[in-house]
Structures are given as C-alpha cells and as structure tokens.
C-alpha cells in the first residue's frame, strides 16, 4: 500500500508540469519548448523533462500508462467465445530522446501490453510482453526556418493523414510500427515524405517481434498546409506474397493514388479522402477504390458548442471470385478501431452512413454520440475485420445490410497528463448477419485511463 501511494504521489508531481508539455499520437513529435524555457527560467521543476547532460547533449523523457476494462456480450456477434467477466488490459511504455548538437537524434520507446480474461485468448493486438515500438536514429539538416531535410532509420511507427491508410493503431492494446527508412523534406507550406517499410510482425514475448518476411511498403506522401483548405497527395506500393482475399491466396502487388483534402472556415470542418487501387493479385488484375467524407458543423454560440457532422465513406468490394479480377479494396494499414470502440468490422467492401454529435460539456469533459449504418458494396463479397481478415463470408446470401451500431462515449481529462473514456456501443445484425449465422447483437462497454508524461 505504501509502494502504491509513492507511485501516485510521483505521477501527481510529473502532473504538475505536464500541463507545459504538447504531446503528439507519436510520441517522438512531442513538442517540450515550454518546459524547456521554464527551465532556463529557473523552474527546476520543469527540467527533469528536456535536461542538458553535455556540451551540445539533450535527454528529454516521458512515458505513457493506459489501463483499459471492456466487456462484450456476444463478440464478434456470437461468432467468438463468451469472455466471462470481461478483458482486462494494459499498455505502458518508457522514451529517450537524445539530441546531439543541431542535427543528430537518437530516440528509443520501448513498450509492454498484457490483457487478462479473453475467453478465446489474447489476440495478437492484446498482448507484447516487451518490445521496442521506436528506436531510430535520425539526421536533421536544420531545427529553425520554414526548410529543411532530414532522413530516420530504423524502428518507428508510422502515421499519415487521419490514419484511414497508415496509422500507429492507438486504439487496440498493442500500437503497429515497422522498420523503415525515411526520408522528408519541408518547404514553406509544403512537406514531402519518402519511405521504404516493412510491419513488424508482434509476438507475445519478450524482444521476440521481427519483420515481416511476407508484407512491405513502399511510398511517397505530399502534404500542403493552408489557412483554410490543406491538401494530401500520395502514392504507395504494397506487396504481401501470402495475400488473402475471397479468391484464395496469392502474391499481392498493390499500387494506391490517393488524395485528401481537409480544412475549416468559420464553423464548417471537413476531411475528404479518396483513393484508386491497381495491380495484381497472383493472375488477377486489381482494380478497386474508395472514398470517405468527414463534414461537420460547429454551433459556437450555443451552450456545449454541439458538432453535427456526418460521414459518409464506401470501398468497393469484389464481384465475381471466379474471374480474373479482384474489386475489394484493401485499406493497407488503418486505425484499430476504424468505426468505433466495438472494433468488428473493417473498411473493405462497404458502405457506410455515420451521423455524429459532439457535445463540450465543459472545458476537460466531451460528449460523442453516433448511429452507423452499414451495408456491403457488392453481395459477391463478405465482411472483413479491422485487420483484414474475412469474419464472414458471401455465402449464398444476397442481402446487403450488415449492422446498425449506436455509440456513446464520454471523454474526461481531469488534470495535466491525463485522460479518460466510456464507451458504450450496441450493434443490431443486419440481414446479412443473420443469414450468415451471426444474428446475436453485440454490446460493448470499455472504461479507459491513461497517462502521458
């Protein structure tokens, strides 16, 4: 008990100076200026964060802890094993960032997550006894100015855009990264990324993760930042030699051109993606797309300032798993929880309409509401999870709504550093879920804390 109330008691003094600390979803965006100049100030209570050790050496560290409880009745709509009480997580993680001079950094993460309670067992996104999320070096050419270059190797995660295509998996209890080499280069507005990567394949022990031997991927990623409209344009090639689809299993190469654009004016807000997909799967050619709209509406001048926004998004799906062509889209590497904390269903062969509401109850608590309403692109092709993996197959079935799902989730911060969630989500089967033996309706709660410093 005494061992307990010491560890409160340090994370409530690294509390106190949280608050001058901007974190970022990757935590080697983390911008410490403040707390660097409360320093120089003479506030030694900010310099245990960004500490000068040496002539022209800086060590900054930090850390996240996140526990995580959820509970789903009939998981994957009966599909999956009854948990019992429910799942248990947890997800912790310690950095350094050393900076030598202006130009060199070193930065290492190293991160645990264990889960408790999962009737079928942890998944490979539950549990990773010990393993390095980022550890890279990188050369910058300068730290002022609106331009400059820079390259960073080694293990990193990854993140572009909203994360519909590359994303660092916050939401599941094991964060994605990939050894990669990549290169950037800012110019005014502009900042152009260039990559080579493969996904390191996550593995239950310790320092026992490896990279993928079957997946890689390659791109480039442009981005212009604007007062008003800010646009994305990219290109990628992904490559999986087990690739798996309705088809069967075969070499995939795949090609992805897409676009973004993002913005907001007075009390409009919006996120648009679109993207075509080409290239071969074993014999096959590959010809898929998709696209997703994100437009919203903010009252300013109404109590708890609501956001209506509605989103709406379809991926095409396939149409004939015996010809010579694959039509489903494969999303690459997206969000965990792509339509919600329920986490069931993935962006492949779908259609979607999602009204959401926002409310800010008041400066450290928000409200989200939302409805989704989803079908599937073509009836020739099944349901996919978050992962890719096909959950449900087309079968003989020509019906094409698959799910309602109703969420709720209230977002609290109460002090520097912390944060917290409920959720809830209730998801009724659609026709094609029942045809298909998957006719429970699944309900989700989850209680989430977390601590970033």
């Given at each position: 008990m005494k061992m307990r109330t010491t560890r409160l008691g340090i994370l409530l003094l690294l509390a106190a100076d949280a608050a001058l600390a901007q974190f970022r979803p990757l935590r080697f965006d983390d911008d410490f200026s403040a707390q660097r100049q409360a320093c120089a100030e003479d506030n030694q209570r900010a310099c245990w964060k960004d500490r000068q050790v040496g002539d022209h050496i800086r060590v900054s560290i930090g850390g996240d802890l996140r526990w995580r409880y959820e509970h789903t009745a009939n998981p994957r709509y009966g599909l999956e094993p009854q948990d019992r009480w429910g799942v248990w997580m947890q997800r912790h993680s310690a950095l350094v960032d050393l900076r030598v001079g202006r130009h060199l950094r070193g930065f290492a993460q190293l991160a645990s997550s264990h889960a408790d309670g999962r009737a079928a067992g942890p998944s490979p996104v539950d549990e990773n006894r010990l393993?390095?999320?980022?550890?890279?070096?990188?050369?910058?050419?300068?730290?002022?100015?609106?331009g400059g270059t820079g390259m960073r190797i080694g293990i990193q995660e990854l993140q572009f855009g909203s994360g519909r295509g590359i994303d660092a998996r916050e939401g599941p209890n094991v964060r994605r990264s990939f050894e990669a080499v990549r290169a950037y280069a800012t110019s005014g507005p502009w900042r152009v990324d260039a990559f080579a990567a493969a996904p390191r394949d996550h593995r239950p022990g310790?320092?026992?993760?490896?990279r993928s031997q079957t997946q890689a991927l390659r791109g480039l990623y442009a981005t212009r930042t604007a007062a008003v409209t800010s646009w994305d344009?990219?290109?990628?090639?992904?490559?999986?030699?087990?690739?798996?689809?309705v088809q069967g299993v075969a070499h995939e190469r795949r090609w992805t051109l897409g676009a973004r654009v993002f913005g907001s004016r007075k009390a409009w807000h919006w996120n648009w993606e679109s993207i075509i997909q080409g290239g071969k799967f074993g014999d096959a050619g590959i010809r898929a797309w998709s696209i997703a709209t994100d437009t919203g509406y903010t009252f300013e001048d109404v109590a708890g300032q609501p956001r209506l926004a509605l989103l709406?998004?379809?991926a095409s799906g396939d149409k004939d798993s015996h010809d010579d062509r694959l039509g489903t889209v494969n999303p690459l590497y997206p969000r965990g929880n792509y339509f919600g904390d329920e986490?069931?269903?993935?962006?492949?062969?779908?259609?979607?309409?999602?009204?959401a509401l926002t409310l800010q109850l008041s400066p450290q608590v928000e409200l989200d509401a939302s409805l989704d309403f989803f079908w599937r692109h073509s009836t020739r092709d099944g349901v996919y999870a978050p992962n890719g993996m096909l959950i449900v197959p087309a079968g003989d079935s020509r019906a094409r709504y698959v799910a309602t799902i109703a969420s709720l989730a209230l977002n609290w911060r109460p002090a520097p550093g912390w944060s917290s969630s409920t959720a809830l989500a209730h998801a009724q089967p659609g026709a094609f879920l029942r045809e298909a033996g998957a006719g429970d309706a699944l309900s989700l709660i989850s209680l989430t804390l977390q601590y970033r410093f």
């Amino acid at each position: 008990m005494k061992m307990r109330t010491t560890r409160l008691g340090i994370l409530l003094l690294l509390a106190a100076d949280a608050a001058l600390a901007q974190f970022r979803p990757l935590r080697f965006d983390d911008d410490f200026s403040a707390q660097r100049q409360a320093c120089a100030e003479d506030n030694q209570r900010a310099c245990w964060k960004d500490r000068q050790v040496g002539d022209h050496i800086r060590v900054s560290i930090g850390g996240d802890l996140r526990w995580r409880y959820e509970h789903t009745a009939n998981p994957r709509y009966g599909l999956e094993p009854q948990d019992r009480w429910g799942v248990w997580m947890q997800r912790h993680s310690a950095l350094v960032d050393l900076r030598v001079g202006r130009h060199l950094r070193g930065f290492a993460q190293l991160a645990s997550s264990h889960a408790d309670g999962r009737a079928a067992g942890p998944s490979p996104v539950d549990e990773n006894r010990l393993d390095p999320t980022n550890l890279f070096v990188e050369w910058r050419s300068a730290t002022t100015g609106d331009g400059g270059t820079g390259m960073r190797i080694g293990i990193q995660e990854l993140q572009f855009g909203s994360g519909r295509g590359i994303d660092a998996r916050e939401g599941p209890n094991v964060r994605r990264s990939f050894e990669a080499v990549r290169a950037y280069a800012t110019s005014g507005p502009w900042r152009v990324d260039a990559f080579a990567a493969a996904p390191r394949d996550h593995r239950p022990g310790s320092f026992d993760d490896a990279r993928s031997q079957t997946q890689a991927l390659r791109g480039l990623y442009a981005t212009r930042t604007a007062a008003v409209t800010s646009w994305d344009v990219y290109a990628l090639h992904y490559e999986d030699t087990v690739a798996r689809y309705v088809q069967g299993v075969a070499h995939e190469r795949r090609w992805t051109l897409g676009a973004r654009v993002f913005g907001s004016r007075k009390a409009w807000h919006w996120n648009w993606e679109s993207i075509i997909q080409g290239g071969k799967f074993g014999d096959a050619g590959i010809r898929a797309w998709s696209i997703a709209t994100d437009t919203g509406y903010t009252f300013e001048d109404v109590a708890g300032q609501p956001r209506l926004a509605l989103l709406v998004a379809v991926a095409s799906g396939d149409k004939d798993s015996h010809d010579d062509r694959l039509g489903t889209v494969n999303p690459l590497y997206p969000r965990g929880n792509y339509f919600g904390d329920e986490a069931t269903l993935g962006p492949r062969n779908f259609f979607n309409i999602h009204p959401a509401l926002t409310l800010q109850l008041s400066p450290q608590v928000e409200l989200d509401a939302s409805l989704d309403f989803f079908w599937r692109h073509s009836t020739r092709d099944g349901v996919y999870a978050p992962n890719g993996m096909l959950i449900v197959p087309a079968g003989d079935s020509r019906a094409r709504y698959v799910a309602t799902i109703a969420s709720l989730a209230l977002n609290w911060r109460p002090a520097p550093g912390w944060s917290s969630s409920t959720a809830l989500a209730h998801a009724q089967p659609g026709a094609f879920l029942r045809e298909a033996g998957a006719g429970d309706a699944l309900s989700l709660i989850s209680l989430t804390l977390q601590y970033r410093f």
